[in-house]
């Protein structure tokens, strides 16, 4: 081989492995181009960044030991999926991913560098495709996201998992650095358990309950109180806060319809449900005017409440209302991520205009013929009263019951009904 022959065919292989190193490079930069969702062109060629996050479930407000996670059906802690998006500081779409595993609480992503970045979380929507489309192009937009709306009340309660959410600010990405953030998850339900019983010698029967107003669906951001992080954590908002139900419309309620109970003298339930706050009246003076016309919002209904029915030998039928809140008195807020024990009382007072009552009627017992005849030749009749109505005494007392230790987010809510 002549040597003008070896340097055309050194020529060739050089040519080659230049083409292949330019193929290489153009896949490596289509593939930097295709793992910005949604961002311009121009962010892309930008340097970029690594963000590490450290995901988990925040702690509910209050201890979860009033009420142990270990024996609700729920698992309240459990992180299946997670939606992470990233905005710029304009407020728009910069980054979006969706991370499906039950294992690994680190995710990360390649994103421009910059400064003043705002990310957000979204657990167990077990939906890839929520962000996809329209709707979280902006920061405003994803605040007015909405669930879809529960087909049944006891919806929240009956899934495996619960529905979190979470945000960081002011997140800066250097380039060619990793920048780790901890993601804290907050759940968008409530916990509210139930704890009934009837007052000592009451011999009160309780036949069953209902739970009424129940939003059908939440926003997934939260809408806080102006008052939600205020050193005191004492809500005083006394009109309605911005929630996704809105009163005025049907569709947006719903309730649990009569849950029946076999005549017992106690029971507890837990359950699930969307923020509702219809706000605080700081005009109550005592939990006996803790009733619809005191509740502030409208309609006074969209406030949640439970109507817990029963019976007594003196009483034909009975009904007790309590309003669910912070406290047993002013407070009518349920918040989201905070749980609630509801602490019940049952008697009858029928001074108290949260009972209900219909008096059982006299009860007469059978004609009972006795030997012998009088005077007149008739026979003689003894009727007799059960005493059970005009025997009946009522000390027309009320004991009253506070919030526990008032730390914030500690609700625990006490009605007695003497």
């Known amino acids: 081989m002549t040597p003008a022959n070896e340097i055309k065919q050194l020529k060739r292989a050089i040519q080659l492995h230049l083409l292949l190193l330019l193929i290489c490079l153009i896949a490596l930069f289509i593939a930097l181009l295709s793992s910005c969702v949604d961002e311009p062109l121009t962010a892309c060629r930008q340097g970029v960044g690594t963000l590490r996050f450290n995901v988990s479930a925040s702690t509910l407000s209050p201890d979860v030991r009033t009420t142990p996670v270990q024996t609700q059906s729920v698992a309240e802690n459990v992180i299946n999926d997670l939606h992470l998006l990233i905005y710029d500081d304009s407020g728009n779409l910069l980054r979006r991913s969706y991370f499906n595993t039950t294992t690994s609480k680190t995710c990360e992503l390649i994103v421009p560098s910059g400064t003043d970045y705002t990310i957000y979380g979204i657990a167990n929507t077990a939906d890839e495709t929520l962000f996809a489309q329209s709707g979280a192009a902006t920061q405003v937009e994803l605040k007015r996201t909405i669930t879809g709306k529960l087909t049944a009340w006891s919806e929240i309660t009956g899934k495996a998992t619960l529905l979190m959410t979470g945000s960081l600010t002011n997140v800066s990405v250097g380039a060619g650095s990793t920048t780790e953030k901890r993601l804290s998850l907050w759940r968008l339900a409530a916990r509210v358990t139930l704890e009934v019983d009837i007052a000592a010698g009451s ?94 919002g409208y309609p006074a209904d969209s406030a949640t409440y439970v109507v817990i029915y029963g019976h007594s030998p003196a009483y034909d039928d009975l009904s007790w209302t309590v309003y669910l809140g912070a406290d047993n008195k002013t407070n009518f807020n349920i918040k989201r991520n905070c749980t609630y024990r509801v602490e019940v009382t049952l008697g009858i007072n029928e001074s108290d205009s949260r009972v209900t009552y219909v008096r059982s009627s006299p009860q007469f017992l059978n004609d009972v013929s006795v030997e012998g005849y009088t005077d007149d030749g008739t026979f003689n009749h003894y009727n007799t009263t059960d005493g059970a109505v005009d025997d009946y005494t009522d000390d027309g007392t009320f004991n009253h019951y506070n919030t526990t230790d008032g730390v914030v987010g500690d609700y625990s809510d006490g009605a007695t009904f003497n």
């Not at 929630?243 to 837990?270: E, H, I, M, R, Y």
């Open 203 to 296: 011999d009160i029967a309780i036949s069953g309950y209902r739970i009424n107003s129940l939003p059908t669906q939440s926003y997934y951001m939260p809408h806080p109180l102006e008052t939600e992080f205020d050193s005191s954590g004492i809500d005083r908002a006394t009109v309605r806060a911005s929630d996704a139900a809105a009163p005025a419309q049907k569709a947006c309620w719903t309730a649990s319809g009569f849950l029946p109970l076999s005549d017992v003298s106690n029971f507890t339930n837990t359950f699930y449900m969307y923020e509702n706050r219809p706000g605080v009246n700081t005009g109550i003076s005592g939990q006996q005017y803790k009733v619809r016309a005191n509740a502030p």
